[in-house]
């Protein structure tokens, strides 16, 4: 039974509540310590760089946990809310550090609650997307859901992107401390609702029985699942390229580009972005779809991605102070990574039937957990490179130099080369790894498609 229009609508809710509570965290942990409360930024990079270690072996036993829960709600809705309320609380205790708290003790508050922000995130993540092979047949359905998911999740990673520096000023009342305070509240809030309504409405329809794997049987099946493997190598030098940009994108605009009006600026860019990000997934991804396969728009998307980098190098390098300017290698960056994004979801879920039929175990929850993991460590590793990145070359508060943009000729260099270089050698080195090892064209999916049925009949 296919999904209702209710169900869709549900869960796409729930992916704009979520993604809109990662990317707070994601773009923003790391300039509200750093900046804002005067941790230093190599403390910073070791906290998230350490926290992602931990996922490592947290986000995989929690794969394993959602595939043996069994409940009369199902396996996955009883994780998603259970996680969901706890990781909205810890958003706001994240944003919200006590004004007492300095030195060591600000540092140790910073890698506590971030931590645990991580654990419970992955309570309700990894339950999240594991929905998609559950709850839809393979094929077209799937690859519709996985696109309105990412599409929607676009949607909420682009809102905080857009309105949170002109939030927290405008809830702040000059206070940027207070601002991140009352804006994640609001934001928590608002996550929770989004996911009730999305456990509410959803429910499980697959019939296929999943075997509970032990720790031991999921990370044989990952190694075995040679599909798996490639792509989520691929997600992780897809989203630490974005997340190294995106990290560093308000330091830019506040040090570099500077002036008074910095904030309006930075908003401005990050509202063009985000609606190009959103339409790139619900309106071009699909049109693309009409007249090449999902791997030519793979490719297409690398294509556009890099020439959109190399673009945004040249007028940084030029001195470009017109934010209109930058618009034009935007709309190639964030177009390609929306694409991407949609696209790399749609992979990760083929691999599950690739898996099946391969090792004879069905593990959309072991899948999925990797995918959770290796989003968390993208970012992770994003914000210890940003972290280096302002160390080094000494980008720090400094309220004159985001006013005058004084800051010195070789940080801002740094500082550009960061954000533009690093994310072309890694998209890069993703699209080898992807050209050499997946082989899940349209073509092989039916016909792993239709053996699977055979199978099951």
């Not at 003790?105 to 995130?121: E, F, K, N, P």
């Not at 072991?366 to 070359?393: D, P």
């Not at 890694?426 to 792993?448: C, M, P, R, S």
């Amino acid at each position: 039974m296919k999904l209702s229009g209710k169900e869709k609508a549900s869960y796409g809710l729930g992916a704009v509540g979520k993604d809109m509570v990662y990317m707070l965290s994601a773009s923003y942990v790391l300039y509200y310590y750093q900046d804002i409360l005067g941790v230093s930024a190599i403390a910073m990079g070791v906290i998230l760089m350490a926290a992602r270690i931990f996922d490592a072996f947290n986000d995989p036993v929690m794969g394993v946990i959602v595939a043996k829960t069994k409940t009369k709600w199902g396996r996955f809705r009883p994780w998603l809310f259970i996680g969901t309320v706890i990781n909205a609380i810890i958003l706001y205790v994240m944003f919200a550090a006590p004004p007492s708290l300095d030195g060591k003790g600000l540092v140790t508050y910073a890698a506590v609650v971030y931590i645990l922000w991580g654990v419970t995130y992955t309570m309700m993540d990894i339950p999240f997307w594991s929905m998609i092979p559950a709850f839809t047949e393979s094929g077209k359905e799937r690859e519709n859901l996985s696109t309105l998911g990412r599409s929607c999740a676009g949607v909420g990673s682009a809102i905080i992107t857009i309105i949170t520096v002109k939030c927290v000023e405008l809830l702040g009342g000059g206070s940027e401390r207070a601002g991140f305070k009352y804006f994640a509240l609001i934001i928590a809030l608002l996550f929770i609702v989004f996911e009730v309504i999305a456990c509410l409405v959803i429910k499980e329809k697959s019939t296929v029985d999943v075997d509970s794997p032990s720790v031991k049987d999921m990370f044989t099946s990952l190694v075995q699942n040679d599909q798996a493997m490639a792509i989520v190598i691929a997600i992780v030098l897809i989203n630490a390229s974005l997340y190294i940009t995106s990290n560093l994108l308000i330091y830019f605009f506040k040090y570099d580009i500077g002036g008074q009006t910095w904030t309006n600026d930075y908003t401005l860019f990050n509202a063009f972005g985000g609606g190009m990000q959103i339409l790139s997934m619900m309106i071009f991804f699909p049109l693309f779809r009409r007249f090449m396969s999902a791997i030519k728009v793979f490719y297409t998307s690398f294509i556009m991605a890099v020439s959109g980098y190399a673009l945004l190098l040249v007028q940084m390098i030029i001195g470009v102070k017109n934010v209109y300017m930058y618009f034009i290698p935007a709309f190639f960056v964030f177009m390609a990574f929306g694409m991407l994004t949609v696209l790399t979801t749609v992979f990760l879920a083929n691999t599950v039937d690739y898996g099946e039929l391969k090792n004879n175990r069905r593990d959309e929850s072991v899948i999925f957990s990797m995918q959770t993991f290796v989003v968390k460590l993208a970012s992770g590793v994003s914000a210890f490179i940003a972290s280096l990145c302002l160390q080094i070359f000494n980008i720090s508060d400094n309220t004159d130099a985001a006013i005058t943009s004084d800051a010195s000729v070789s940080s801002l260099m740094g500082l550009r080369m960061t954000m533009t270089i690093l994310p072309i050698i890694g998209l890069l080195i993703a699209v080898f790894i992807f050209g050499k090892k997946y082989i899940l064209t349209d073509e092989k999916l039916e016909e792993i498609s239709e053996k699977l049925r055979k199978a099951r009949a």
